[in-house]
């Protein structure tokens, strides 16, 4: 069982930056893919990035792509999204997700334990 803890959302101005931390419990997280997801109103959960079960291998979005960046720390058990020159499109609330394997997939079901979302607004 593995439970995961996101903080770190709030409000911040068109160009700003936020980062994100996910926090887990479990003693399986060094071992498995990390993803990062975002669910904005009346749109579908959508793959933002996702970090190998290292941290040596990131994926992203075409659209965060050079503006987002995704790390973690396996001692301590912590994942982090650091995102860059946000944009009113990156409102969402966002999720981290435990992957089943190492390996980083982009496909939502690949993930068995998923966070409680921390909200991100971008407005001005």
């Known amino acids: 069982q593995v439970q995961l803890v996101e903080s770190g959302g709030g409000l911040v101005q068109p160009g700003g930056s936020l980062r994100l931390s996910c926090v887990a419990s479990?003693?399986?997280?060094?071992?498995?893919?990390m993803g990062w997801f975002r669910q904005a109103p009346g749109r579908e959960r959508e793959f933002v990035a996702g970090i190998n079960w290292n941290g040596k291998s990131t994926y992203y979005a075409d659209s965060v792509k050079g503006r987002f960046t995704a790390s973690r720390d396996n001692a301590k058990n912590t994942v982090y999204l650091q995102m860059n020159s946000l944009k009113p499109e990156d409102t969402a609330v966002y999720y981290c997700?435990?992957?089943?394997?190492?390996?980083?997939?982009?496909?939502?079901?690949?993930?068995?334990?998923w966070g409680q979302g921390t909200q991100v607004t971008v407005s001005s």
């Open positions: 997700a435990a992957n089943a394997h190492p390996w980083v997939t982009t496909d939502l079901r690949g993930y068995d334990y």
């Open positions: 479990g003693r399986t997280f060094s071992s498995v893919a």
